[in-house]
C-alpha cells in the first residue's frame, strides 16, 4: 500500500439491525474525514416484534444494501476505480447479515481488483475516536450496545485486550427487557431513562450487580429478574410504579457501571499505564444518567472522558471504513475466503503489546 497518498475506504455495516455504508479518507498523517455516512435502521420493521428478528434483519439489509451503497458513492463523489480498498463487518453479529455484508464487499473487491479488509465489528467500535478526534494510543473502550457490554484497552491496531465482559444479558439488552415488562415500545432503553426521569430512584433498592469484586465483569440478569419480581407483586402497575421502577433500576445499573469501570481503569492502568482517556460507545452511551456516571469515573481516575457524536457511537458504516483504513494502511488485508463469523472475540488473535508479556494473563 501506498502509505504516501489520502486513501479511501468503502465500509459496509451489516450485522444488526442497521444496513449502513460510508466512504472515509485517512490522509498519510492519519487523520481521518468522513465523506459519505449513511445509516438505514430497520426499528420499524421489528417493532411489532419488540426486539430484532434474524431473519427479517437478513432479508432488510438485502433489499437496501446495494442502494446505500450507491448513496454513499455518489454522497462522496468517489468513483469505485478510486477506492483503496472495501471493508465490511465480517462478525461478530447476526450471521445472516453478516453473510450479506461481507459477500456485497467480496464482488465489489473482486470486481474492482480492491483489496478487502474484513473487520471485526468490535474493532471498529473501538478505534472510532481516532476517526473523530485522532486519539493516540493506549486507550480504554466501555462498549455498551444491545449486543456487547465490554471494557477494553485499547493498545494498538490490532492490540486488544479485554479487561472485563457481562457474564449474562448485555447493557442495552437489560433496558430493552426491562422496558418489555413494563410494556413500553422497543427499543426500551431511551424509554427507560425517559421514565426514570420523574421517578425515585430509592423506592427499590435492587441488587448493585458485582459491586467489589476484583474481577471487572458484569453481570445484569439478576437485577431484571430482581425487577421482574418487583412488577409481579406490585400489579397493576401505576404510571408512578413504572417511573420508579425505571428509576431503580437504572440507579442500580449506574453503580455497578461505575464500580466495575474504575475496576477496568485500575486494571488498565496496571497493564498499560494511564490511559489517554476513557472513551464511551454503543447505543447506552447515549443515556445522559449513564455518561454522568462515566464523567465521575474518568474524573477518579484522572483521565479524560471521551463521547464520540451519537451518529458514531451506534452502528454504523464509517467507523468500519475507518477501521479497514487502519488495518489497510498496516498492510493488513484478507483474502477471499475471509469468513463470516457470528462470534468473534476481539483480542483472540491480538499480538501482546510490546513490553506487555503477560498482559493477557487471566483474560
Ligand atoms: O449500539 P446500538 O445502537 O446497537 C447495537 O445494539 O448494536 O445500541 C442499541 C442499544 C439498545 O439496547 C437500546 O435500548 C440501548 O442501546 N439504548 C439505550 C439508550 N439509547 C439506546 N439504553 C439506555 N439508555 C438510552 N438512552
Ligand atoms: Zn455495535
Known sequence: MDNDRPMLVLGIETTCDETAASVVERKPDGVGRILSNIVRSQTEEHARFGGVVPEIAARAHVDVLDHLIETAMTEAGVDYAQLSGVAAAAGPGLIGGVIVGLTTAKAIAMVHNTPLIAVNHLEAHALTPRLTCALAFPYCLFLASGGHTQIVAVAGVGQYVRLGTTVDDAMGEAFDKVAKMLALPYPGGPQVERAAAGGDPTRFSFPRPMLGRADANFSLSGLKTAVRNEISRLAPLEPKDISDLCASFQAA????????????????????????????????????????????????????????????????????AWAGAERLALGMCDAMDAPPRARWLLDANAAVPAGFANSRAGF
Open 253 to 320: 445499573v449506574l453503580e455497578s457501571t461505575a464500580d466495575r469501570l474504575s475496576v477496568g481503569l485500575r486494571l488498565f492502568e496496571e497493564k498499560f499505564g494511564p490511559p489517554r482517556a476513557l472513551v464511551a460507545a454503543g447505543g447506552v452511551a447515549a443515556n445522559q444518567a449513564i455518561r454522568g456516571a462515566l464523567q465521575d469515573v474518568a474524573a477518579k481516575a484522572q483521565t479524560t472522558l471521551i463521547i464520540p457524536p451519537p451518529a458514531l457511537c451506534t452502528d454504523n458504516g464509517a467507523m468500519i
